[in-house]
């Protein structure tokens, strides 16, 4: 639709952004659980500015997701460097918890875990983000993460 392409699960129901358009936008990938699984893209001059590299660009994410408000014990499990459709891309997992709510009696914090794969694509001109946040030790979205950054093409 917009010059890329990704294999989700049958399970997924998408849902676009309706201010999206080829250039910027975001689609969530809903599972009837209520997970999600998120890919933004926007124009790569306008981040290139900031950032050399899909591992730059991953590097600032984190550190903002680290300063989050609701966010203690972050801690970078995994980061690589996946070779993807003639580009290199920064897969990365966190883990952290999720701070309860304060004014509601016995909340607790939540363990949670993150992934992402930052990717930079001067072909399309294009920057891409694919990301989820699930509870802790739920791998099933890890692997279903992993089939979706697989059969990304960004051009």
């Avoid at 998408?14 to 998120?38: C, H, L, M, T, W």
């Avoid at 001059?45 to 300063?67: G, I």
């Avoid at 966190?94 to 930079?120: C, N, Q, T, W």
Wanted: proline fraction near 4%.
């Amino acid at each position: 639709m917009y010059g890329f392409r990704i294999d989700y699960p049958e399970e997924c129901r998408v849902e676009f952004n309706s201010k999206s358009r080829r250039e910027a936008g975001d689609v969530a990938f809903r599972f009837p659980e209520n997970a999600r699984i998120y890919l933004s893209w926007g124009e790569l001059e306008k981040v290139a500015k900031r950032f050399n590299s899909a591992e730059e660009h991953a590097n600032y994410s984190l550190e903002a997701m680290q300063k989050g408000k609701n966010v203690k014990n972050f801690e970078r499990v995994h980061r690589d460097t996946i070779p993807t459709h003639s580009h290199k891309g920064t897969l990365t997992k966190v883990k952290f918890d999720e701070k309860g709510v304060r004014f509601i009696p016995g909340s607790k914090d939540l363990p949670r875990e993150a992934y992402s794969f930052h990717l930079h694509c001067d072909k399309s001109n294009r920057y891409f983000i694919l990301y989820t946040m699930t509870p802790a030790n739920e791998l099933r979205f890890g692997r279903i993460m992993d089939s979706m950054r697989e059969s990304f093409k960004c051009h």
